[in-house]
């Protein structure tokens, strides 16, 4: 029987562009005390160039055109991820969770920098309803998904063997590879605002074993397939 239901957090919870724009709109109110010039200005161009040319490096590209100095970037990266998030948790999480904790052990395991994930989830008021989290950069970067010891971690802490357990999330090469690895039945949760939302699988370990577009899918998926879902792993 499936024991336990592990979460992913950016765009499976919550909307990670939510944490996104708050940082950019810190960075741009800086930038502006600083006199390169409007943050409203400030705050669209970095926009701009995270939606067309990538979310990496956004400051190092912004200063080039705004021609404020490189000696700033690491400054405006900690204003960035310090800043304090105003993000929701998403409405079918909200619905969805009151079910899932009568029925399962639930466990969140997430990547990111140690102290930012820390921050979402206290924002999103999420830690009281985990039986176990697991922030994978507490284990060390080389652990980070899709490296399998996050996944068999959390597991340990619930008291459940990985093959007890469903992942969820929306990164195929990261959540879905990374459940894969730890012989976790994989769910992918794609989101129409989520980044991952048009990425198409690469390889058979980033093909997920479900996919759901909300959570009331994901109970749905539960509810009908039960300890079936192993006779098709």
């Known amino acids: 029987m499936v024991k336990a239901v592990l979460f992913d957090l950016d765009d499976t919870l919550y909307l990670e562009w939510e944490f996104i724009r708050g940082g950019f709109l810190a960075v741009a109110a800086e930038l502006e005390k600083r006199g390169v010039g409007s943050a409203h200005e400030i ?7 995270h939606f067309n ?3 990496e490096y956004v400051f190092d590209k912004a200063a080039s055109q705004l021609g404020f100095p490189c000696a700033w970037i690491p400054q405006m990266v900690e204003i960035y991820r310090m800043h304090n998030p105003t993000i929701e948790v998403l409405p079918d999480v909200l619905l969805a ?6 029925r399962y052990l639930l466990g969140c395991v ?6 930012v994930q820390k921050r979402k989830l206290f ?7 985990f039986d176990s989290i697991i922030v994978t950069d507490l284990l060390g970067r080389k652990h980070w998904k899709p490296d399998p010891l996050p ?5 340990h802490e619930l008291g459940i063997t990985s093959d007890e ?28 605002q989520a980044w991952f939302y048009d990425y198409e699988p690469q390889c058979s370990e980033e093909e997920p074993d479900f996919v759901a577009k909300d ?13 079936k879902v192993y006779n098709l792993w």
Request: glycine share 8%.
């Open 43 to 49: 705050y669209e161009l970095f926009e701009m160039i």
């Open 151 to 155: 996944f068999m971690v959390c597991c």
């Open 215 to 227: 959570l009331t899918e994901l109970i749905h998926l539960l509810r009908n397939l039960g300890s």
């Open 110 to 115: 997430t990547d990111g920098i140690a102290e």
């Open 97 to 102: 969770f009151p079910y899932l904790r009568e």
């Open 53 to 55: 040319e990538g979310r």
């Open 123 to 129: 924002a999103l008021g999420l830690s009281p309803l």
């Open 165 to 192: 357990a469903i992942y969820v999330g929306d990164n195929p090469q990261r959540d879905i590879v990374g459940a894969h690895n730890a012989n976790m039945i994989a769910v992918r949760i794609k989101r129409p």
